[in-house]
């Protein structure tokens, strides 16, 4: 009977040991895995107890901070709803968006991982998260959010030289504060003031996407600025009426007096003569049809394959209609890579992260940049931009004592009256500012959006001129 | 000793890490009922010099644990538990003095399985029902676990009829199924009986516990493989069929299988469980720094769990190792004890103990399904303390017959490896 029960015992031995092999891949090997999953109540629990860091202007002023308010802590936001799409919220119920979500273990001070580190921690009472400091201006997101006067709409102002937002505006907004008390309310709101319109709003870009067009054209060596085009009040193409605004007619013009009035049926012409294939490739350079790389969820927009346009299809292209979607923020970068002399600089929102001491732990001054037009071509386009704020369709855009350059479009689309398009960059010698305003269902973009475009652009060249860096 | 000042550290840690504005009372009382293993194992070692001088040190270090950890998440138990502990450590005393002979064993074996069958039919009709199983008798202000008792009950009743008859299923030559089948028969009724009840009522760990207890015994006993793997066969088959069944089996098992189907609703405490687990790490959170609150009966089922998040994989491997030790001395008591009836009721509760502790310590870390049954000496709760140290007290009444009469079974015993 004996050796039988030292067989017993050596099973439940065994047994035991499995038990603890087993412990040792759940709690050591695959244990910081595990405990790091977001469905771990802990993660929630220890950002409770971490007090979060501020998120600054670029002039350090507070955009958001936390209160101790009865044992909790409770997110501040003084401008209320001025910066909702850039910062977004911080709800124990509907969890995070915006910066509050991007750079969250950084505001959280995350990661202690290190012992010692975390030692510290233990020791150092309540720790405090990490501050950001954003590249966005106060000065330039109110003059944003007072242009768009109530509409509904985007605003989105570059630094075409890095890259930098200075401003980024969606119109209706939310206070971020109040995200918990009315969610339904701000959830079910027809007119969607969660949705981010400068990033993730996608309209047709209409004649703002001239600009592409002509680039593609000057880049073909098919056309020149001086190339005659005719100007009737419509045509037509493979059985569609292609007409332009207002039904206004010129006649023969270049191509540069045909991009000033915005002459659709020029354009209609010029890419006949360019082919899909040209316009479709200068639309994905310059960034269309492709998320582009940002510090919060960006939309693709679309740019149709050249192989799917007929000649209908290529015509209504040709004046940024057709199925072409683009979003405000992809627009902005189209007016700020041609300041830039061919050049698109990544956009970006963090310039610095600071630790609660307020020692800079980390610093941008750029996130990037890739070429998408040679110099001299970008200059001759930004020159043809010009000519349209200063005697084409954008002349309401004007600044005194500032060349302006801009591209006025009104968008026909399936929700009502024209969506208004102004994009543009100032001062057009030596570009400081970009900038993309649109404004839904609002009518003629060169008389709602271009006046929009002339506030923003001189607050933000204002505020360059105060802060010492014209 | 060691773990008595060990705990009472223990207590006194979690005291001031977590409540340090209340009264030192519970605290006391714990460091009280550890202090009480102090006495009893001076008593064991003047009276009982035989005695295994292990067992009672290595319940002593499980008890510090117990107490530390149902003081570190339930605090207003400590107090209860601390006194289970001192009844338990009584009754051990007492089962040590009267009960120490096993003939009555022998004479009361059916007895003490109709009084395990009637236990749980009680159970089953008025019993309460607590987290989807009917697992208490109330008694008077207490509540009973019969599970815990019958235990016991079930371990004398099989060796008392093993010990009968285990012999005749020896016997060389041919087999003779019929009357082996009838004089196993009472063992496979009373085992059936408790299994339909247990699986009725949900308890499914208690059933996988009897259920092994008795292939453990009955091969202990006879040596008989071919009776083990028939027997193994039938319990596939009747889980088998169980899933089929019964759909809380089926959710145990789905769960099991993969708790993040549904990690807020059935898969809850085990994703729970894990996530505390792996919180721990090697070292742990520390003493009141984790969040045992999170998971649902972390003083019961899910205890060790919470060891795992507070002291980590230092902790739980402690803890197996305090069960692994305190196995091989119970194997090592039955493997040295003079008459067949004491290596049967031995192994019985050696058998008992390590497979339940293995039950519930791999099902709350989800190694296997998760049913919840007590861990012998860690767990709260009175009836499991109580028949923990009561099977204690036999262990030791046992060991301390000493080893090795000139009678035969117990010259096999000799031989026997002690058991790891």
Not at chain 1, 32 to 51: F, H, I, K, S, Y
Not at chain 1, 328 to 351: D, E, K, W
Not at chain 2, 214 to 236: C, E, Q, S
């Amino acid at each position: 009977m004996a050796p039988r029960v030292a067989n017993l015992g050596r099973l439940l031995a065994g047994l035991l040991v499995v038990l603890v092999v087993y412990l040792a891949g759940v709690q050591v090997i695959w244990g910081p895995q595990l405990a790091d999953q977001a469905g771990n109540p802990r993660l929630a629990l220890a950002a409770e107890r971490v007090r979060w860091g501020r998120i600054l202007d670029r002039r350090l002023g507070v955009l958001a901070d936390s209160q101790e308010l009865g044992g909790r802590q409770v997110r501040r936001y003084p401008f209320g709803d001025l910066f909702a799409h850039v910062l977004g919220y911080r709800s124990p119920r509907y969890g995070l968006a915006g910066v509050e979500a991007r750079y969250d273990p950084a505001l959280l001070g995350l990661p202690a991982r290190d012992p010692w580190e975390a030692l510290q921690q233990a020791f150092g009472g309540p720790p405090r998260g990490n501050d950001l400091v954003l590249t966005v201006d106060t000065a330039v997101q109110q003059a944003a959010a007072r242009a768009l006067a109530g509409r509904r709409g985007a605003i989105v102002v570059l630094d075409p030289r890095t890259g930098a937002v200075l401003g980024l505006v969606s119109r209706p907004s939310f206070d971020p504060a109040a995200v918990d008390a009315r969610w339904d309310a701000i959830a079910r709101d027809p007119s969607s003031p969660l949705l981010d319109r400068a990033t993730q709003g996608q309209y047709p870009p209409g004649s703002s996407f001239k600009p592409i067009v002509l680039a593609a054209a000057l880049a073909s060596g098919r056309a020149t600025s001086d190339t005659v085009l005719d100007c009737p009040a419509e045509t037509t193409v493979a059985g569609a009426v292609i007409g332009n605004f207002d039904h206004e007619r010129y006649g023969r013009l270049t191509l540069r007096q045909a991009f000033a009035v915005s002459c659709n049926t020029a354009f209609v012409q010029l890419g006949g003569m360019l082919g899909a294939d040209a316009i479709v490739r200068m639309a994905r350079a310059f960034g269309l049809g492709r998320p582009p790389q940002f510090d919060l969820p960006t939309a693709a927009g679309f740019v149709p394959a050249a192989r799917s346009l007929g000649p209908r299809g290529t015509a209504q292209i040709s004046f940024g209609q057709g199925s072409l979607l683009v979003t405000p923020l992809q627009m902005a970068l189209v007016a700020a890579t041609i300041a830039n002399h061919g050049v698109m600089m990544r956009p970006f929102l963090l310039s610095q992260v600071r630790g609660p001491d307020g020692r800079i732990l980390s610093a941008y001054a750029q996130r990037g940049s890739r070429e998408v037009l040679p110099a001299a071509l970008a200059a001759q386009i930004a020159q043809d931009m010009v000519d349209v704020v200063r005697s084409g369709t954008g002349t309401a855009a004007q600044i005194p004592g500032v060349p302006v350059a801009g591209k006025t479009g009104t968008a026909q689309n399936p929700h009502g009256p024209t969506h208004a398009w102004f994009i543009a960059f100032a001062p057009a010698d030596r570009p400081s500012v970009a900038a993309a305003v649109l404004m839904e269902n609002a009518g003629a973009g060169g008389a709602i959006a271009a006046p929009a475009a002339r506030q923003v652009i001189a607050a933000a060249l204002a505020a360059q001129q105060a802060e010492g860096r014209p | 000793m060691g773990a008595a000042l060990l705990g009472a550290l223990g207590l006194a840690t979690v005291h001031l890490a977590l409540y340090r504005s209340e009264p030192w009372t519970p605290v006391a009382a714990g460091a009280l009922a550890l202090g009480g293993f102090l006495v009893v194992h001076g008593a064991l070692c003047a009276m009982r010099s035989e005695a295994d001088p292990l067992l009672l040190p290595i319940a002593a270090g499980l008890s510090a644990v117990s107490l530390v950890m149902i003081y570190r998440v339930r605090p207003e138990y400590l107090l209860r538990q601390a006194a289970w502990v001192a009844l338990g450590l009584a009754a051990l005393l007492v089962v040590l003095g009267t009960l120490g002979d096993l003939r009555w064993v022998r004479r009361y074996a059916y007895l003490c399985a109709a009084a395990g069958m009637a236990l749980l039919a009680l159970t089953v009709t008025l019993g309460l029902e607590r987290n989807g199983a009917r697992q208490w008798l109330p008694l008077g202000p207490l509540t009973l676990e019969p599970g815990e008792v019958v235990k016991l009950l079930l371990v004398a009743f099989f060796a008392g009829v093993l010990d009968d008859t285990y012999r005749l299923l020896t016997l060389p030559g041919p087999r003779r199924w019929r009357a082996e089948l009838a004089r196993l028969g009472p063992m496979l009724a009373v085992c059936l009986f408790a299994l339909l009840l247990l699986v009725f009522q949900r308890d499914l760990g208690l059933a996988l516990l009897y259920y092994g207890v008795f292939l453990a015994m009955l091969y202990v006993a006879t040596g008989r493989l071919d009776y083990v793997g028939v027997g193994l066969a039938a319990f596939a088959a009747g889980a088998a069929l169980c899933y089929h069944l019964f759909a809380h089996v089926r959710v145990r098992v789905d769960v099991w299988l993969d708790p993040w189907a549904d990690p807020s609703g059935r898969g809850y405490q085990i994703v729970q469980g894990l996530y505390s687990l792996a919180s721990g790490g090697v070292l742990g959170a520390g003493l009141g720094a984790g969040h045992p609150e999170l998971v649902p009966a972390a003083h019961t089922d899910m205890i060790f769990p919470t060891i795992g998040e507070e002291l980590g994989a230092v902790g739980t491997f402690c803890t197996v190792a305090l069960y692994l030790l305190f196995v091989g001395r119970m194997f090592r008591v039955a493997t040295r004890s003079r008459g067949t009836l004491e290596v049967l009721v031995a192994a019985g509760l050696a058998a008992s103990l390590g497979l339940q502790a293995f039950i519930i310590l791999g099902g709350s870390t989800r190694l296997i399904p998760l049913t919840g049954i007590p861990a012998p000496f860690l767990t709260y709760g009175g009836s499991a303390a109580m028949t923990n140290f009561a099977a204690l007290g036999l262990l030791l009444a046992i060991s301390s017959r000493g080893p090795a009469g000139g009678t035969p079974p117990a010259a096999a015993v000799r031989h026997g490896a002690a058991g790891r």
